[in-house]
Nanobody
Framework: DVQLVASGGGLVQAGGSLRLSCKTS????????IAWLRQAPGKEREAVSY????????YYADSGKGRFTISKDNAKNKVYLQMDSLEPQDTAVYYC???????????????????WGQGTQVTVSS
């Protein structure tokens, strides 16, 4: 079975950092594109960052540009999201999601992804 397990969330003060991890199993990780998305209370789920299967081409939503860094370790079947300079508006549940084929121009659409992890809570206090 395809499994994605996100971890690394927590409570941090504004300006702090967190590193999220997504451990995967049950599929050929090196052949899949993968993304981080988030959902804040009362808001729609939104994509934060995306990386293509080989881990060489990252994409970022405007909300995370310059602050977030996505990386993909095909040897460990893991994807990471390094989040720096966190702001209270980054507070959300963060999910990793994946699919073997993603329309690159539509990477930010949550409906592009077939498999999802359970999410990890990130809370940034002001």
């Amino acid at each position: 079975d395809v499994q994605l397990v996100a971890s690394g969330g927590g409570l941090v003060q504004a300006g702090g950092s967190l590193r999220l991890s997504c451990k995967t199993s049950g599929f050929d990780f090196a052949s899949y594109h993968i993304a981080w998305l988030r959902q804040a209370p009362g808001k729609e789920r939104e994509a934060v960052s995306y990386i293509r299967r080989r881990g060489t081409v990252p994409y970022y939503a405007d909300s995370g540009k310059g602050r977030f860094t996505i990386s993909k370790d095909n040897a460990k079947n893991k994807v990471y999201l390094q989040m720096d300079s966190l702001e209270p508006q980054d507070t959300a549940v963060y999910y990793c999601a994946t699919k073997s084929y993603v329309i690159t121009s539509a990477w930010s659409r949550p409906d592009q992804y077939a498999y999802w992890g359970q999410g990890t809570q990130v809370t940034v206090s002001s």
